[in-house]
């Protein structure tokens, strides 16, 4: 029997590579102490591979036009590519022996970002066209549950700016694109109210009722809860 896929989705600042370097620190002694719930954790893209490097190549812009509305169901191919990929060189084989895998960005990121170049009367065509691609043509296996990790678009920008100016980095064309980000949170809801994902609000508001993040080990203890009784659940 193959095992179990949790995906944490997010938009970007909102934590989820934090998110999943904590969660298999404390899963790490499940692993030890019950191999039923052995879990594997992955993320996407995986820049380090030859799909990875497309996509680097993508986000910044090399490809013209990929950027507007023409370029979604073309870059969409990209990710989906670099997801086959990884399926059937890294995680494919561990899964369908039984593994659980937990992966940071999934089908989820594509149809967020990509869909969000789309005209809202054009979502549900597109969400038919991507999952028919990445889980009928491609045969990539359904996530049995997505956690979404809601952050308010205004807390994240200020984790993005802390980001970069702390690491000197330089944002991609997803990130530099404020419009186009605020689109994306109304693309993220549409799918959360779509596809049933759970989801974890990131932000609480403070004294002078502004928004601001949670503490990351609350958040983390949500999660951890979430995915916990995920497994249970489809293990019985």
């Given amino acids: 029997m193959a095992g ?17 370097k904590l969660l298999s620190e404390k899963t790490e002694s499940l692993n030890r102490d ?8 992955i993320t996407f893209p995986d820049y380090d591979s030859f799909s990875g490097r497309i996509i680097k190549e993508y986000l910044s812009g090399a490809y013209s036009g990929l950027d507007t509305t023409d370029g979604s169901y073309s870059a969409s191919c990209f990710y989906a590519v670099d997801r086959y990929i990884s399926f059937k060189t ?6 369908i022996d039984g593994k659980n895998i937990i992966s940071a960005r999934y089908t989820g990121s594509n149809l967020i970002y990509q869909m969000a ?6 979502w549900d065509d597109y969400y038919n066209w991507l999952y028919d691609l990445e889980f009928e043509k491609l045969a990539l296996p359904k996530p049995d549950a997505t956690i979404f990790l809601d952050m308010p678009f205004e807390v994240s920008e200020q984790l993005l700016n802390k980001r970069y100016k702390e ?3 330089c944002r991609d064309m997803h990130e530099s694109d404020l419009a186009f980000l605020k689109t994306c949170k109304r693309a993220a809801d ?5 596809d049933g994902w759970k989801k974890i609000n990131c932000a609480k508001k403070n004294q002078d009722n502004l928004y601001v993040p949670r503490e990351i080990e609350d958040i983390n203890a949500e999660l951890l809860k979430i995915v916990l009784e995920t497994l249970k659940e489809s293990a019985k």
């Fill in 4 to 20: 179990k896929l949790i995906v944490i989705e997010g938009l970007d600042g909102a934590g989820k590579s934090t998110q999943l």
């Fill in 90 to 95: 890294n995680w494919g084989g561990d899964y």
């Fill in 117 to 122: 170049k789309l005209k809202g009367s054009q």
């Fill in 190 to 194: 549409y799918a959360v109210i779509k």
């Fill in 34 to 41: 019950n191999s039923s719930t052995e879990i594997k954790f």
């Fill in 167 to 169: 690491n000197s980095g």
